[in-house]
Nanobody, 120 residues
Framework: QVRLVESGGGEVQPGGSLRLSCAAS????????MDWYRQAPGKERELVAT???????YYANSVKGRFTISRDNAKDTAYLQMNSLKPEDTAVYYC??????????????WGKGTLVTVSS
């Protein structure tokens, strides 16, 4: 069974940094794009960053210049380096992957999320 597991969340002061990891495992034939979303309390889930299988990236305007998404294809893992964190970055961060399973089914899979809290 395919699963995504996030790690690296925690508490940090404004201006600090965190690095999130998303490890994919299971019956995966191919990983396509991998994404990071976030959801603050009472807010809708929003796309933060995307990285394609070839390394092309997309960032939400709110995080451009501060966050960097990357991936290690050999480890089936995506990362989100978050610098200059602001209180408004506080949210549960979710990993999403578009992939093809060993049964040749293309689907999006979600991790369970990791909490990032930015406060003094």
């Amino acid at each position: 069974q395919v699963r995504l597991v996030e790690s690296g969340g925690g508490e940090v002061q404004p201006g600090g940094s965190l690095r999130l990891s998303c490890a994919a495992s299971g019956n995966i034939l191919r990983l396509n794009s991998m994404d990071w979303y976030r959801q603050a309390p009472g807010k809708e889930r929003e796309l933060v960053a995307t990285i394609t299988s070839s390394g092309s990236t997309y960032y939400a305007n709110s995080v451009k210049g501060r966050f960097t998404i990357s991936r290690d294809n050999a480890k089936d893992t995506a990362y989100l380096q978050m610098n200059s964190l602001k209180p408004e970055d506080t949210a549960v961060y979710y990993c999403n992957a578009n992939l093809v399973t060993g049964d040749y089914i293309a689907m999006n899979y979600w991790g369970k999320g990791t909490l990032v809290t930015v406060s003094s």
